[in-house]
């Protein structure tokens, strides 16, 4: 059983619409971190969230302790922003260690001009 | 320069060669982590490291070995490399006393024949 799943898997997009990508998680957390993989394979940190919500230019993650659950939101979609995008959550203690970070599968972002 | 870097970046062997891939970081964060991506799956992770003295196995530890040199450098080696090895590992830093955010190298490629 897989603690952290992603939907979808796959998201083809036109340049200009508004993505969402959904992470559920099945364990309690002390924080969740949204990653960006690039078509070349690296990756870079977007976001780390504990509560609420936060926006970095065009990039919106918002998180709801309660309901294990957290989104990933593009506004305004470009071609540049076709990637794996990875959710990742930091068990509390006890619950798998403090020190592992759970990933997802990730889900692979396309976005047409 | 980029601030996590591993070497190499391709490296194809044959079952049962030995093999180091090595990392070196110039952030000067304390942690550093071995992971392993396959496809369609999450990341992995192999071994972490707190310092110098301080090394840890990850879940999928069984196979890997590692070396933190310094502060600065993490090795992970296979003794004994196997096809079901072949994969594409990253090495991440990250400063946990500031910030759980992690920080990844470009990432290395290996195939095992």
């Known amino acids: 059983k897989n603690e952290v799943e992603q939907s979808p898997q796959n998201l083809t997009a036109q340049e200009g619409e508004f993505i969402t990508i959904n992470c559920s998680y099945s364990?309690?957390?002390?924080?969740l971190h949204w990653l960006q993989q690039h078509p070349g394979g690296g990756i870079v940190s977007l976001f780390m969230l504990s509560s609420g919500k936060k926006k970095h230019g065009r990039l919106i993650a918002t998180i709801n302790i309660q309901e294990k659950h957290s989104s990933l939101h593009i506004t305004a979609s470009h071609p540049r922003d076709s990637a794996v995008y990875i959710c990742a959550v930091r068990p509390n203690p006890g619950q798998g260690g403090s020190e592992k970070l759970v990933f997802g599968k990730g889900t692979k972002l396309t976005v047409n001009p | 320069d980029a601030d996590v870097t591993q070497t190499p970046r391709n490296r194809i062997t044959k079952t049962g060669k030995r093999i180091m891939l090595e990392c070196s970081q110039t952030?000067?964060?304390?942690?550093m982590y071995w992971y392993r991506q396959d496809p369609g799956l999450g990341l992995q992770l192999i071994y972490y490291?707190?310092?110098?003295?301080?090394?840890n196995k990850g879940e999928i530890s069984d196979g890997y070995s590692v070396s933190r040199q310094a502060q600065a450098k993490f090795s992970l080696s296979l003794e004994s490399a196997i096809p079901n090895q072949t994969a594409l590992y990253f090495c991440?830093?990250?400063?946990?006393?500031?910030?759980?955010?992690?920080?990844f190298g470009p990432g290395t490629r290996l195939t095992v024949l």
């Open positions: 952030k000067g964060h304390d942690r």
């Open positions: 991440a830093t990250s400063d946990r006393v500031f910030t759980d955010t992690q920080y």
């Open positions: 490291s707190f310092d110098v003295k301080d090394i």
């Open positions: 364990v309690g957390i002390s924080a």
